[in-house]
């Protein structure tokens, strides 16, 4: 990338969005751990922004800012715990105030400065702060206040070092985007060339002098995820690009077909199709635990692709779709460990095949606006998400056939009654739940004792958050009756009314 602005990340619930707004505004923006962050190895480096965080900057082990802010050209914008950083590291004096700020506040103008510019002098913005700046440090100007913050704002008098006390990357700061979009272009100097044509461009460079005469294979499940890297490597490499789908037998009803279908016969892929059921299921037998799951899976995804290159004798490369959002779930110095994603820490150590991971800087919804500018239909790329390890995550506890057969006949059924209700495009995932749970219940004038089934719908936009689908009770209760009429093995259906966070958006 030749510009880009890096974000360091101070534990703010906030700092994924911070990037994810700049891109959008047409700047490439990255994610840093201060630790990690060394500013005379970041070619390209226009700006900083200090994030939010939940430290005090005064505690012992509060987190530092790890370069000398004075004597260096690049503009620092420091945003909630990042403003406070800057005042108290050039001597400024942070407090603990008794009258707290979280929620909708309306600031005041108070200075002509570079990030309000054009904008009103009265707005509001979203604060969650408990601290505040009380001394300015030397040579800094208060910008703005708020009725219980007289610093809602600050700047430097001749550097281009800025403060704000507020979030402007949530969507309440009524200006949240101009003042972002103010430093990044006025102040920064960038030019808004973030695009996925830009991207595909910049991929193409890096990937073709990497692989030069070499050989790579994918790992191709139909999702979004892995068609998007199936498209783009076929768009760089033509003949030195294989998929290849591995059918563990862990899919969505009909899944396979559809992309033997799509992939082989509509795009003229060379695809290789291997039947592994038994093999995945034999080696899942009797495993409970999710991590365990993941891992078995993804070894033996792996084992799998290695087979396939005694037949393919030039291949080197493994490509996969592992996301951002995977990264920073899989744990990270600025994540603690939530899940191993299949694609992050499923992987055997002692693996053959050079890593490529094309989109594990791009967010869900970048990865479908790629899929879409490389040609992909709308069908593929809208597709809500699905987990590399499949169905396996969706039965809590040990994996059966007929586990396997009652979730994916009632994911099936939630797939067409969401279409035919018209939901699918307003619900960002849905899908089905099976528990070990079985319950008394009665079919006909008989007694069943069969499992407790999950419904799970969301809506979000990358998933790093996401909110229960607020679905209407008398669809809920049509499809609950479908469920349990047609799907032999449960008896109760339930909804899952659980927002992310605290729950994640798969149960295992």
Request: glycine share 8%.
């Amino acid at each position: 990338m030749n510009e880009k602005i890096v974000v360091l990340d101070y534990g703010s619930q906030y700092n994924q969005l911070i990037v994810r707004r700049i891109r959008e505004l047409g700047v490439y923006a990255e994610l840093k751990h201060p630790t990690e962050f060394n500013i005379n190895e970041e070619l390209g480096l226009k700006g900083i922004i200090l994030s939010g965080g939940p430290h005090s900057v005064y505690e012992t082990e509060a987190p530092k800012l790890g370069f000398d802010l004075l004597n260096i050209s690049i503009p620092v914008l420091g945003i909630c715990y990042g403003m406070q950083l800057i005042s108290h590291t050039l001597g400024g004096i942070v407090v603990t105030h008794d009258k707290k700020e979280y929620g909708l506040t309306n600031i005041d103008i108070l200075h002509e400065n570079p990030l309000t510019k054009d904008l009103p002098n009265h707005f509001d913005v979203w604060m969650s702060h408990g601290d505040q700046v009380k001394v300015l440090p030397k040579d800094f100007i208060g910008v703005a206040k708020s009725f219980h913050t007289p610093y809602a704002m600050m700047m430097h008098s001749r550097k281009h070092i800025y403060g704000i006390q507020f979030h402007p990357e949530v969507r309440h700061t009524t200006y949240g985007n101009d003042i972002l979009d103010r430093f990044i272009t006025d102040i920064c100097g960038c030019e808004k060339t973030w695009s996925m044509s830009y991207f595909i461009e910049q991929k193409t460079k890096e990937i073709k002098d990497l692989v030069q005469d070499g050989h790579v294979i994918c790992a191709l499940s139909g999702g979004v995820d892995s068609s998007v890297v199936a498209a783009l490597l076929n768009h760089i490499l033509k003949d030195q690009f294989t998929p290849i789908f591995v059918d563990h037998g862990l899919l969505r009803k009909d899944e396979a077909k559809d992309v033997d279908d799509t992939f082989k016969h509509q795009f003229k892929m060379n695809l290789i199709t291997v039947d592994a059921k038994e093999r995945f299921l034999s080696k899942l037998k009797g495993v409970s635990d999710p991590e365990e799951k993941r891992k078995i899976i993804g070894t033996e995804f792996i084992r799998v692709f290695e087979e396939q290159v005694k037949s393919l004798s030039d291949a080197q490369f493994l490509a996969q779709g592992t996301l951002y959002t995977d990264v920073i779930e899989s744990g990270t110095k600025t994540a603690k460990t939530i899940k191993s994603h299949h694609n992050v820490g499923g992987l055997p150590k002692d693996m053959k095949l050079i890593l490529i991971e094309p989109l594990n800087t791009l967010f869900k919804d970048e990865v479908r606006a790629l899929g879409l500018e490389l040609g992909l239909p709308e069908r593929i790329v809208r597709r809500q998400p699905f987990p590399g390890p499949g169905l396996a995550i969706r039965i809590l506890g040990d994996i059966t056939e007929e586990k396997i057969k009652i979730v994916s006949e009632s994911d099936a059924i939630l797939r067409e009654e969401f279409v035919k209700f018209g939901l699918d495009h307003l619900i960002w995932q849905y899908f089905t739940v099976l528990t070990p749970i079985k319950t008394v219940g009665v079919m006909g004038d008989n007694r069943s004792y069969d499992y407790v089934l999950v419904i799970r719908a969301v809506t979000s936009v990358d998933g790093m958050t996401a909110d229960f689908a607020q679905i209407p009770y008398h669809m809920l209760q049509h499809i609950s009756n479908r469920m349990t009429n047609e799907v032999r093995g449960i008896n109760r259906v339930v909804y899952d009314i659980t927002s992310k966070p605290p729950a994640t958006i798969e149960w295992e």
